[in-house]
């Protein structure tokens, strides 16, 4: 069976999504075309004119389906690529533009939710990376058209949902390799999320704060900061820094380029903590856990669906989510210090052993229906 895969904004995770399908399912050849991660604006609205004008023959080279990520601009490029309308199309959600937070400096524009709402409409299967995903998407998409004017055709929506499944990014085996974990003078955290305005850091911030206060300016634990940086980083990450400096709780600082070393770094620690206003899978998390963390989460986003006992509460108000937070954590040192640590979440449904053959199911029934599965 021959697939095409389009990527079209092949960020890491992305990147790790297709490259662990060509991994896991052998029986499939797949045929790969990624465009990078950078100029979002003109990614999502210019990626049908840079797959069809930079890879028109690998488009057309006869497939039995065709695989592409949320980010693809389908519609356009069924109309580029007339080939590629002959095929049965999966369109898979690693995250949705009507759920994803706006930075402050953003300014707003309905083009990337117009672009993968048609984009699903295209499609013949919609798969989401979980079911918050699909949820949020389908409330997003319901809300929009209704704003728009008129000639709306009716339960578009409906049949959306009709052909979604839920299928989430597997984890690869190597990070469930735990060895016997020796216990430690101070509970181990780590912070492992992309230093970004959505991951939150303020509210990291603001419970250190109160952490350092009520323990006569130290921290009782080492916070290892870890996960992707960019050209621009929320400038408080400097106060984080500094703060964990003079409270002797500095731990690991910065992106860990080795993955070897980033899984043994994962596996001495106790705690994996999230701020995030926005996560639809939390594969950061997920690979915590599998290395043997326990998750301390807001309670918003994918996280109560997976992790409904490691939430802590939060309303959007910085300080009271950093009091919930820093109570969460206290609760945590006490059982570390009374030698009361309990097992870490069993995480093994999101391996590639359980989810490979849903992959491979999926596919290959997608391969032998007719096209043309689009609502409208």
Same mark, same amino acid.
């Given at each position: 069976? &021959? ?24 029986? !499939?050849?797949?045929?790969? !075309? ?9 990614? !999502? ?8 004008? $930079? ?7 006869? =497939? ?9 601009? $389908? ?7 007339? /080939? ?5 199309? #999966? ?28 984009? /699903? ?59 016997? &974990? ?16 959505? &991951?939150?850091?303020?509210? $990291? ?5 109160? !952490? ?37 709780? #500095? ?7 080795? /993955? ?22 939390? $594969? ?27 939430? =802590? ?28 640590? *309990?097992? *870490? ?32």
């Amino acid at each position: 069976m &021959k697939v095409l895969l389009l990527s079209g904004y092949d960020a890491d995770s992305h990147k790790r999504w297709r490259q662990g399908l060509s991994r896991h399912l052998p029986a !499939i050849d797949f045929t790969h !075309i990624a465009l990078p991660p950078r100029y979002f604006s003109w990614r !999502i609205r210019g990626n049908s004119l840079s797959f069809a004008g $930079l890879h028109a023959q690998a488009l057309a080279d006869g =497939y039995d389906c065709l695989v592409a990520t949320s980010m693809v601009d $389908l519609s356009s490029l069924r109309g580029m690529v007339p /080939a590629l309308s002959q095929l049965p199309t #999966l369109l898979y959600f690693h995250e949705n533009q009507f759920a994803y937070p706006q930075s402050k400096h953003q300014s707003h524009s309905v083009e990337p939710q117009i672009v993968s709402l048609y984009s /699903a409409l295209c499609a013949d299967t919609l798969a989401f990376n979980s079911d918050y995903n699909r949820c949020s998407f389908m409330a997003g998409a319901e809300a929009l058209l209704k704003k728009l004017p008129d000639l709306v055709p009716p339960g578009i929506v409906e049949k959306l949902q009709q052909k979604s499944v839920v299928l989430p990014v597997p984890i690869e085996s190597e990070w469930f390799r735990r060895p016997e &974990k020796a216990r430690q003078a101070k509970l181990q955290l780590v912070w492992n999320h992309r230093w970004e305005y959505d &991951k939150n850091p303020e509210l $990291l911030y603001r419970a250190l704060q109160i !952490i350092c206060r009520e323990h006569n300016g130290k921290l009782p634990f080492v916070l290892h900061l870890v996960g992707q940086r960019f050209r621009q980083v929320p400038p408080v990450f400097t106060q984080i820094r500094d703060l964990l400096t003079a409270a002797d709780g #500095l731990g690991q600082w910065g992106y860990v380029e080795s /993955a070897e070393q980033y899984r043994q770094l994962l596996r001495r620690c106790d705690l994996v903590v999230s701020t995030a206003d926005h996560d639809f899978q939390g $594969l950061a998390v997920l690979e915590a856990v599998a290395s043997g963390c326990i998750p301390v989460l807001p309670e918003r986003q994918v996280y109560p669906e997976y992790f409904g006992d490691g939430c =802590y509460p939060v309303s959007g108000d910085c300080e009271a989510d950093a009091r919930n937070l820093a109570v969460a954590l206290a609760q945590h040192l006490t059982r570390f210090n009374e030698g009361r640590w *309990p097992a *870490p979440p069993d995480v093994s449904c999101f391996s590639w052993n359980r989810l490979g053959p849903d992959y491979g199911r999926v596919i290959k029934q997608l391969a032998t229906q007719p096209p043309f599965g689009a609502v409208l």
